[in-house]
């Protein structure tokens, strides 16, 4: 039937036939490299969030996690890079990385009530492990963490996250005034019960706890305006004698 045609339609014919195919071959490379394309975008994503959680557990390691915050970081470690191998199974190191993380989330501690305020001896380290708290705040106020949790489980952890960085901070500047107060540095033990203060009050009071730690910090200030050692009671006024 193409001996019917003509030579220069013939070879029209074939011409397009191969355009055609190059069209569709081009528009399914284009559609694969869309798709691949989304996938690197959510792989990068869920890395992200990976990034978040293993900076935050980092910095608040020196002084520990309430109770089950630590673990449930963890959890949710292990749930991403599952949840990256579901994506793209050929992640770089992604089974080492599985295997890594189920053994941490297996082997993390329960937390404590409370901080571990011995281990911060520095004002950095003291700023540095509070910004690690914000930051598993923030996983939590993301919607990042905790997402099976109930609503009142996830609030009482917010709770304990603030009342860990209040802690922090009053076990820390109480210490050191406590050494100015103890060599006699009053102004210098004066501004670091100031500094306590300050802090205590620039966080919200959601717990009676930190109601507790800001009258504290107002009887420590007041200990060193009067220069006297905190707890130390202060010295009754001398009397006129009379004349």
């Known amino acids: 039937m193409l001996d019917l045609i003509p030579e220069h339609l013939r070879l029209f014919f074939v011409i397009s036939g191969l355009l055609m195919t190059l069209l569709l071959l081009g528009s399914l490379s284009q559609k694969y490299e869309q798709y691949m394309a989304a996938k690197r975008l959510a792989v990068n994503r869920v890395m992200a969030g ?58 993390e501690p329960e937390g404590s009530d409370s901080v571990n305020g011995a281990a911060i001896t520095t004002v950095a380290q003291l700023n540095r492990y509070i910004i690690g708290l914000s930051e598993v705040l923030a996983l939590f106020n993301g919607q990042l963490l905790g997402r099976a949790r109930s609503a009142a489980d996830r609030k009482s952890s917010q709770i304990k996250l603030i009342d860990f960085q209040l802690m922090a901070a009053q076990r820390f500047y109480t210490r050191i005034v406590t050494e100015y107060a103890q060599k006699g540095e009053w102004q210098a033990g004066l501004k670091s019960a100031r500094s306590l203060d300050s802090f205590l009050l620039s966080k919200p009071k959601v717990s009676p706890l930190a109601t507790q730690l800001r009258n504290e910090a107002k009887v420590l200030v007041q200990a060193m305006t009067e220069h006297r050692l905190p707890g130390q009671a202060a010295q009754p006024a001398l009397e006129q004698q009379p004349a």
């Open 50 to 107: 990976i990034t978040q959680i293993e900076a935050a557990l980092e910095k608040t390691q020196i002084a520990g996690l309430p109770p089950g915050v630590a673990r449930l970081l963890r959890n949710e470690l292990l749930a991403r890079y599952i949840t990256i191998r579901q994506i793209y199974p050929k992640y770089p190191q992604l089974n080492q990385l599985i295997a890594q993380a189920e053994e941490q989330a297996r082997t």
